[in-house]
């Protein structure tokens, strides 16, 4: 959509579903207040669903602003279904910098209802004005409030992780915390259609239990891919290079395929690495290539056409653990590096997907 102080702006294409539907379900109440539009009706409609999503663009930008603020490093703000979300780089770092970050958003929603409140005052009831100026102001006001409730993937959650994070000293209880408050909430979230009809002493409307339905499936995934994120971080100090580092055979790179993973088999080595004439090693041969080999043509493949140059990034020393690995795989991505000793000599190769395996099931 454009960029913001060079953070770009992007919308998913749920968006303008939903906005389409909130346009639709806001006619009726257009018509109620000005009957004669005709057709033009739907350009206020479409302004309504408009309105909405600024705020909410506003919303997300509060958070980008923050981080920045921080020095955080600001991938990108994207809009979507229910709401947006501000991609950072590297996460804050501190409780007190992730709790501002979080409550960044909500407080903008908040100022926004409260200027609408106050554009209320000087507009007339029963204008198509007052009619908008309303509905933005009460729906901010309900997504400011609700947006604090204390779970995630809410900000109010966000904000409880970072409480809890403070008083433990432990990043990943307070995301356990968060995660498990959110599962609350989006059952809450759920039930409510149902409590309120409850104690009125009718029955829900379906429309209130559809939304209902669908913000707490998404609060209730979102909580668990905050579980699960805390359980991979809560692994992240164990991986070590030496714990995953497979032993590698050097081969020139004209050697034949089948030749080649049969020397492999020999010496009980488990990845084929490619050397020069001297001995440097220049290339790393891919598994997935090797396995889309048909054996028929192994004998007639060399091992160089199912390699790829060692660039630098590919390059990972033996004492590189936890964060700092899993950063140095991002930052060159790639199904296997090359693993070395301080001192430059091949210790062997890590793959991505051995990585990934460690961290099956959490």
Known sequence: MGSFFGV?????????????????AFLPAIESVD?????????VAALFAGLLYLSILGHELAHAVVARGFGLPVRSVTLYMLGGVT???????????????????????LV?????????????????????????????????????????????????AAAVWKVSGRETTGTLVGAWAGRVVALLTVALPFLIAGLAGGR??????????????????GSTQALRSARVRARLPALTVLGLVRPALAVPADTPLGEALRRLADAGARALV??????????????????????????WVTVGEVSRRLDPGLVLRTDLAGEALIEAMQATPASEYLVVEPDGSVRG??????????????
């Open 8 to 24: 770009p702006v992007y919308a998913n294409v749920s968006l303008f579903v939903t906005a389409a539907l909130v346009a639709v």
């Open 35 to 43: 009957s004669g539009l005709g057709s033009r009706k739907y350009l």
């Open 87 to 109: 991609a950072l780089d590297r996460p804050p770092g501190t409780p007190w910098r992730s709790f501002a970050v979080s409550a960044a958003g909500p407080l903008t929603t």
């Open 112 to 160: 926004i209802a409260a200027a609408g409140w106050a554009g209320l005052l000087l507009t007339d009831q029963g204008t198509l004005a007052h009619l908008l100026l309303f509905q933005v102001t009460a729906a901010n006001l309900f997504v400011g409030i609700y947006n604090l409730l204390p779970g995630l993937p809410l900000d109010g959650g966000s904000m409880l």
């Open 204 to 221: 829900p409307d379906p429309i209130f239990v559809l939304w209902s339905a669908v913000i707490g499936l998404f609060l209730w995934s």
């Open 274 to 299: 490619v050397a020069d004439a001297d001995g440097r090693t220049t290339g790393l041969v891919n598994e997935a290539a090797v396995r889309a080999t048909p054996l028929a043509r192994r004998p």
């Open 349 to 362: 190769v890590l793959t991505t997907a051995d990585v990934e395996a460690s961290f099956a099931g959490a």
